[in-house]
């Protein structure tokens, strides 16, 4: 104040000096411009404290654009404004999702499995049905669950080649128990259950040295190219599961016969047989006991998700206890990867090869080299000729083994002519035969049709616990199977003419049925 004093005395002694005419008019022009700037710098001292106030405190509606007036007055620069303070963290009581990382493969097969699920799921009581079956018998599921650990890795990594779901991996226990030498009357062969009609049309060779319906890697193959070919043609799986077990024709005219009644065509509302009928039900069963085995009580042991075995080319013929020798591994291992050959002897015709788990691989080509340079033989069966008015007894007698097993490894059945001039093969030694002959499975060939009302032959799976039997086909039927009774009595019936058998569901056959 003391240094604008002067300055202010300075300029009215020099408005003082100028003449009265215009000395008015600048005072009270000066006097003017005192009091606007006077006026701006108070109006900047309120808005500089309203934007204060507008930082510190939210954003709120005023009562006339609200539903309700606000509960607490909006501060004034008159009001101090309280202090901000930080908010309370909220502790989680309940425990975190557990996620799964579906980019990251799993240790454990199963869940591997479960992961590609991807068929809708089937309701209906039938469904609860087929679990209390498998539960009430758990040694039983126990034996197919573990004979599935050879072939599971396989099947499901060609499954998932093919984008195809993952639960069609069960598949081979609803057919076999997962069992590669089970064979059922209707002369259906190995985990996918061929009949020899079907497995020609795929491509699966069948002679007198092997069966490829029983080759783990031939007849996977040609049963995943079966499934898609008939899902192609329904769209839908549960319709394509029963094509597979009662025939593409026979579900096709299934589904026409309920189009011109006006009903539904899903797999639940068709007419079909017993078997057909629970068929998918039982998969769907093992789904769900795979999904969630504790659920159900029960413990699946874990899967590592690798390789179970690996193909070795055959080197040259070689018989069956060779090469399992020369791998270090049982016998029974052995022809439970190589099921297809029915005959001690493997022949090789040039692009043959072998399965063996695949820690054996390196062991069995070492021995192999360590063989061969000890010129040892790789074969212990030889070709004899039946002379004339030779008995099968006196060669069998002659090469220290029973007439039954010479039967078994020749495929000599009772509808089996026996003749001079015969090849028959037989051991080089009687120490070859008792080792190995007990192991070969038994050729489906000269077998005698199935009395009416026998048993199934007990080999598990469809060929047992499902009551899968010859049949008498549906007119214009290509069904890959035979079909029985549910009651597991077999229903005596005609060759099949087409591709496939199947059981036409006749008044005669329901009174046979309920007869039963």
Known sequence: ????????????????????????????????????????????????????????????????????????????????????????PVEEDLPRIATIDLTAPPTDLWQRIRNGFAMPNLESPLVADRQAYYLNRPAALKVMVQR?????????????????????????????????????PAKALGMWQFIPSTGRN??????????????????????????????EMNGDWHLALASYNWGENAVAKAVVRNQAKGLPTDYLHLTMPGETRYYVPKLQALKNIIADPALFGIQLDPIPNKPYFETVDMPATMDVATAAKLAEIPLDEFMALNPAYSRPLMPDNGNSSLVLPADRVSIFQANLVRHENQDKPLSLWKTAVLKPKEKLDAVAARY????????????????????????????????????IAAHMPQPPVEQPAPAQ????????????????????????????????????????????????????????????????
Not at 202 to 230: E, P, V
Not at 403 to 409: C, D, N, P, W
Request: glycine fraction near 6%.
């Open 1 to 88: 104040m003391r240094r604008r004093l002067p300055l202010c005395r300075a300029r009215l002694r020099a408005l003082a000096t100028l003449p009265r005419s215009l000395f008015k008019p600048l005072l009270a022009l000066w006097l003017a411009l005192c009091c606007v700037a006077s006026f701006c710098a108070a109006s900047s001292a309120s808005a500089a404290e309203l934007i204060i106030h507008e930082r510190e405190t939210p954003l709120r509606l005023s009562p006339s654009l609200g539903d309700e007036p606000p509960s607490t007055p909006i501060p004034t620069a008159m009001t101090p404004t309280p202090p901000r303070t930080q908010p309370t």
């Open 202 to 231: 795929y491509n699966l060779t069948q002679n007198w040295w092997l069966d490829q319906r029983r080759d783990i890697i031939a007849s996977t193959n040609a049963a995943l190219d079966y499934l898609q070919t008939i899902y």
């Open 148 to 184: 599935s650990r050879r072939y599971l890795y396989h099947i499901v990594s060609e499954l998932e080649k093919r984008g195809m779901p993952t639960e069609l991996a069960l598949l081979p226990m609803v057919e076999s128990a997962y069992n590669p030498l089970a064979q059922s």
């Open 400 to 435: 220290g083994i029973s007439t039954a097993r010479l039967k078994q490894i020749n495929s000599i059945g009772p509808r089996t002519k026996i003749v001079p001039g015969m090849n028959l093969l037989v051991p080089a030694s009687p120490a070859a035969a008792q080792e």
């Open 453 to 516: 009302n026998g048993h199934t032959n007990g080999h598990g799976g469809s060929t047992n616990h499902n009551g899968r039997h010859s049949g008498k086909p549906a007119k214009g039927s290509q069904a890959r199977h035979a079909v029985a009774t549910k009651s597991g009595k077999v229903v005596k019936g005609k060759k099949p003419a087409g591709k496939t058998a199947s059981t036409k569901a006749t008044p005669q056959a329901a009174a046979k049925k309920k007869k039963h």
